[in-house]
């Protein structure tokens, strides 16, 4: 990894501005001795700051639901042994007294908290007057307003030091992740919140080692600030989320795999080259909108013929018929099956729309 690319994502943080910011520890603090061990062979590495869970939101009941209050001790311990800045999980008010009881440097907010406006401005209300950076994760649902929310109720007491962490959204369908990354939804968040950094973790999206590189690599193509990456010095053995964690030494070694493009593309010719292809991409995108347009008149005449007639909107043989032949062509021109269904179908539920509209005027 070239280590010269810098960000001015952390102003204010005091934090060095080497992109990314790398934010490692187990998922778990377990022990003194785990905690320890784990900081001091992070300590070696590029982390900044050592995250432990102490309080540990599970699925079922009956699993290890984190050490407590002691383990925050052992953060403390850390900060004082290594300088590493340290971070922990808040789920409540409770949590929050606590954590900054003991120095914690900064808080992090899980997925299944980022849900829930009420915990949300509980914790907010505990934090009112102390102006801590705050790291918020995603909601586990795929919802980019909620997770502003969140941001919002934070702001609204003084906090002004916050950043977004993308760890994947649940979902019931199979997949190769254990959390679906929809990378759309944290670059809807940069999009409206571009003042914000942004962070990915590819542990929780992964649920498993051999995904971590590629998935952080992702997050690096699409201009993360930075990494939060669960790391143990016995991964195999950690009381939670073993699958997903690595040693701060193959930690270190992902790292140096990452390819870190450049952010600003200089002045050699390319950005000109850029700006036209993207004039090119607006003009296109103008024109798809006006086909668009064109289609939509031509199925409101067709809803004002079925109204006159008595049909109904729907007429699935005739939309079997569309989908089936562009699946065709589509693949000819080397789309996806998946993109020709979703592209068709939102452009059928328009017309559907349109015409229920004229059938009902
Ligand atoms: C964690 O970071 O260990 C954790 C519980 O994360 P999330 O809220 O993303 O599930
Ligand atoms: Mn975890």
């Given amino acids: 990894m070239e280590s010269k690319i810098t960000t001015s994502a952390f102003e204010g943080w005091n934090l060095d501005t080497q992109r990314p910011l790398i934010i490692a520890g187990p998922c778990s603090a377990e ?19 050592f995250r432990a869970g102490i309080w540990k939101p599970r699925t079922r009941p009956n699993s290890f639901e984190g050490v407590g209050v002691k383990g925050l001790k052992w953060l403390k311990m850390v900060k004082e042994e290594t300088g590493l800045l340290t971070t922990t999980e808040v789920a409540n008010a409770q949590h929050v007294y606590e954590a900054l009881k003991y120095g914690i440097d900064m808080l992090w907010i899980g997925a299944r908290t980022t849900v829930n406006p009420f915990t949300i401005q509980e914790i907010a209300n505990a934090l009112s007057g102390v102006d801590i950076p705050i790291f918020i994760k ?23 030091r916050i950043a977004g962490v993308h760890r994947g959204f649940s979902s019931f369908s199979e997949s190769r992740y254990r959390n679906a990354p929809n990378w759309q939804i944290p670059i809807e968040l940069k999009r409206i919140r571009p003042d914000l950094p942004l962070i990915c973790d590819p542990s929780h999206i992964s649920g498993k080692r051999n995904l971590l590189l590629e998935v952080s690599q992702k997050a690096m193509d699409l201009n993360f600030d930075g990494l939060m990456i669960e790391t143990h010095p016995d991964p195999d053995n950690a009381w939670s989320d073993a699958r997903q964690q690595i040693t701060p030494e193959q930690l270190a070694e992902l790292l140096d795999h990452l390819i870190l493009r450049k952010t600003d593309p200089g002045s050699n010719g390319f950005m000109s080259k850029l700006e036209e292809l993207r004039s090119e991409i607006d003009r296109l995108d103008q024109e798809l909108l006006m086909i668009l347009e064109d289609r ?3 199925a409101a005449s067709i809803g004002q013929c079925k109204k006159e007639n008595g049909v109904t909107i729907l007429q699935s043989a005739r939309w079997d018929q569309i ?6 062509v589509g693949q000819s021109k080397g789309f996806s099956e998946e993109f020709i269904r979703k592209l068709f179908m939102a452009i059928h539920q328009e017309s559907i729309n349109t015409q229920t509209r004229i059938m009902n005027e």
């Fill in 296 to 298: 939509m008149k031509v």
């Fill in 31 to 49: 022990t003194e001795e785990q905690v320890l061990e784990t900081a001091r062979r992070l300590k070696a590495t590029r982390t900044q700051i």
């Fill in 138 to 160: 995603n909601p586990v649902n795929p919802d980019v307003d909620l997770w502003i929310g969140s941001i919002e109720r934070l702001q609204k007491v003084g906090i002004t």
């Fill in 323 to 328: 989908i089936s032949k562009y699946l065709e």
